[in-house]
């Protein structure tokens, strides 16, 4: 079978299934139907496919330009919105991203997904690090591979040379050059910025166009960093984070809380929750291949942090902060998601089962 042919009958696949799937009580209308990213699935929940391009056409035909996958329940109710990958090496969030993208159903409300926030990161294995340029996991249908992307986009796609120093607009804290590459100190972006920064403005275009009211960004941190099993909320949410804390606590999983910080801008959780009426949060689970000495580490299955467990760090968390949105706003705005495993279900059957 042909390359252009093989492709016509994923692309007539994902289409049929989109429209079979997209019910008259959907509320995500199926106007646009997009390719989907090769190393993702999608799953039965999936009832639409756009483009970040969609909210920012500047991105068309960029390497920033990335899948966005919506999940409508039956039933209408609020809009959560999950992003992993905004750091690429950080697979935990990508894979968590995936798996909720290839196995979730959402029962009521909607689910938006981005598997890869930073696609041009994703674009080429980190530099700074001694890691894999990709990874292999293995599931139901054979074993699958996975780009371990860099934590900036790459310099030949932002379109300009890095500042000897960044600063944000918003803040009186300079950086590294360099982290003018980083999407997590961009937003809210530019319409007519760099890469980076249209990355960013675009990301949050989707959030209020979609009228997004619970927001999470997925993230990993060395095992001996402060962040490492971290929850971080904007300051408005941070009454959902203290029940989906004591929530986490009371089933043994183990998250500290930290409030969004007043001064260092940029980062999702934050400039998220200014902008839009989204709550907003962060997650850090601990990467040991972030540590300082990583050439022998296995990524896919350190004894002390497997990716499974990092993932089942995620999605508790993400379930956690959910349930707790659920009980403090009005029923109307709840959102519901099932077949959603969490730190229990990974740790013993790894994410092979949930995904395709």
Known sequence: ?????????????????????????????????????????????????????????????????????????????????LAGGTHPNEIAGVIAATLLIEHARVQKGRLIVVGHANNSAASYPDPTRQ???????????????????????????????????FRHPSSSEELEGYEARNLDRAYPGRADGNLTQRMAWAILQVLKTESVDVAFDLHESPPDSRLAQMLVSHPKSLDIAALAILDLDASGVGMKLERSSETFRGLSHREWGDATKAHSFLFETPHPGMLRNTASV???????????????????????????????????????????????????????????
């Open 1 to 81: 079978m042909s390359a252009t042919l093989h492709r016509f009958l994923k692309s007539a696949t994902v289409l049929l299934s989109l429209l079979t799937l997209a019910g008259p009580q959907s509320h995500c209308v199926l106007a646009k139907t997009a390719d989907s990213d090769p190393e993702i699935r999608p799953g039965p929940g999936v009832t639409a496919i756009k483009k970040l391009s969609d909210y920012l056409p500047s991105l068309t035909n960029t390497p920033g330009d990335t899948f966005i996958y919506f999940l409508d329940g039956n039933e209408r109710g609020g809009t959560a919105f």
């Open 298 to 356: 296995d990524v896919v299955n350190d004894p002390n942090y497997p990716l499974a467990k990092r993932v089942g760090l995620h999605l508790s968390s993400f379930l956690a902060i959910l349930d707790a949105y659920n009980s403090t706003v009005a029923p109307a705005l709840s959102v519901k998601v099932r077949e959603v495993p969490g730190l229990p279900q990974l740790t013993q059957s790894g994410l092979g089962p949930f995904l395709k």
């Open 131 to 165: 890691v894999p340029s990709s990874y292999t996991l293995k599931t139901a249908s054979g074993t699958r591979h996975f780009r371990y992307g860099a934590r900036l986009t790459k310099p030949q796609d932002q379109g300009e040379d890095d500042p000897i120093k």
